[in-house]
């Protein structure tokens, strides 16, 4: 048996990195120190140098910060020689009191949707299904996540007089099997195997369809409860549909750290190495692309369900 004193005194303490450049938005990175085998939670991390190298080495980002607080939001706007797509990215981190360490991503290009539909079923139970195409590229191995934004705008009529209420909510793509139907030469679609829809971006790489058109079927059920049947409101809504390209290495994080989580509490599986591309092998720096986006106006009075809703 090994003991606990020798196992704490090869224990060397790392800085854990989780950064990814969004290109329309900025730099989001959080910094923490290992955990340690004794401790439940990671340590923070004070002052670190945080420099950003775009295409030719040129500098980005170059500025110290205490994360203390762990996460920090640097937006474009005060970023220098702003990257583009297709230009290599590097982040060297000076965290006092640990060694340098450094990750290299690569900026993607953005994706461009094609077309979205929907359609009303009113069966045993009313909902739509929203059908969105895209071409995938032939020259470029392409990793995709999707997400959604829900916008509802209510009209409330008291004593004749209208008030307005707008609201916009990002929303996980709801479970359906499969969420991503329409494959081409009818072969398996990408499927989601986690229970709680939340818990994982809809993250897929190109593989099945490189240079080909790709389809989503995505249905979402109306509400009819009490919430929306009110004969003083009526409603507007439109599901914005979004499709981000991400980089290689961000894909590989999230694949493997959602892998280990379906694993975790399972005592006969495999220890799993969770992606990192950063140089002490801690976390990980990724990008991803601006969105691109399809709107659908939904029928008028109709109050699309997520969460607690869509069963």
Avoid: W
Avoid at 101 to 114: D, L, M
């Amino acid at each position: 048996m090994i003991e606990r004193d020798v196992l704490l005194s090869n224990h060397i303490p790392r800085v854990c990195t989780y950064a990814t450049f969004f290109s329309d938005e900025g730099l989001d990175i959080t910094l923490t120190q290992s955990r340690d085998i004794a401790t439940q939670l990671p340590a923070k991390i004070g002052d670190a140098r945080i420099r950003l190298l775009g295409a030719d080495k040129t500098t980005c980002i170059d500025t110290t910060i205490n994360f203390d607080t762990e996460n920090h939001f640097i937006p474009k706007t005060n970023i220098k020689n702003l990257p583009q797509p297709g230009d290599s990215i590097t982040i060297i981190i000076n965290a006092t009191g640990f060694s340098q360490v450094e990750g290299k991503t690569r900026i993607p290009f953005s994706p461009a949707v094609e077309s979205i539909t929907a359609t009303k079923f009113t069966s045993d139970r009313e909902y739509y299904r929203f059908t969105v195409t895209f071409p995938d590229q032939a020259s470029s191995d392409d990793y995709y996540l999707v997400s959604s934004v829900y916008d509802l705008i209510t009209y409330t009529n008291i004593s004749n007089k209208y008030d307005t209420t707008y609201q916009s909510t990002r929303q996980p793509v709801p479970l359906t099997d499969p969420v991503f139907s329409f494959m081409p030469d009818y072969r398996t679609s990408v499927k989601e195997p986690f229970i709680i829809s939340e818990l994982k971006p809809r993250i897929f790489p190109d593989d099945a369809f490189a240079g080909l058109n790709y389809g989503f079927r995505i249905e979402v059920p109306v509400r009819d409860d009490p919430g929306v049947n009110s004969n003083e409101e009526t409603y507007s809504s439109f599901y914005n549909f979004e499709l981000y390209t991400i980089s290689e290495d961000c894909f590989e994080f999230l694949k493997t750290t959602y892998i280990n989580k379906s694993i975790e509490g399972d005592i006969y599986a495999q220890p799993l190495f969770v992606t990192s591309n950063m140089t002490n092998r801690a976390g990980f720096f990724g990008a991803i692309s601006k969105p691109s986006t399809a709107i659908q106006k939904i029928d008028d009075n109709d109050v699309l369900g997520f969460g607690q809703y869509a069963k």
